[in-house]
Nanobody, 121 residues
Framework: QVHLLESGGGLVQTGDSLRLTCAAS????????VAWFRQAPGKEREFLAT????????YYADSVRGRFTISRDNGIGSAYLQMNSLKPEDTAVYYC??????????????WGQGTQVTVSS
């Protein structure tokens, strides 16, 4: 059974940084692209970033490009989202997802349960 477990969320202040981790199990991690999404209350789930199976290609949403960095370590089956210069509007539940194909949409096969990020002003 496939599991994706996000961690690293929390309460921070404007301008702070956080690194989220997505730990995968039950799949051949190096065969799956990974993406990060977020969902704020009352809003649709928003694509943030995706990384290819071997980590050579990344793509970011305009809203986070230059502030967030996606990476992965296939050796330990984990992916990361480094978030810098956080703003109150970054407050949301953050999800990782995995699929054989990288794409900038919500059409990912496997999803984690999410981790809350709250940025205070």
């Amino acid at each position: 059974q496939v599991h994706l477990l996000e961690s690293g969320g929390g309460l921070v202040q404007t301008g702070d940084s956080l690194r989220l981790t997505c730990a995968a199990s039950g799949l051949t991690f190096s065969s799956f692209a990974v993406a990060w999404f977020r969902q704020a209350p009352g809003k649709e789930r928003e694509f943030l970033a995706t990384i290819s199976t071997v980590g050579t290609a990344t793509y970011y949403a305009d809203s986070v490009r230059g502030r967030f960095t996606i990476s992965r370590d296939n050796g330990i089956g984990s992916a990361y989202l480094q978030m810098n210069s956080l703003k109150p509007e970054d407050t949301a539940v953050y999800y990782c997802a995995a699929d054989p194909r990288a794409r900038a949409s919500t059409e990912y096969e496997f999803w984690g349960q999410g981790t809350q990020v709250t940025v205070s002003s």
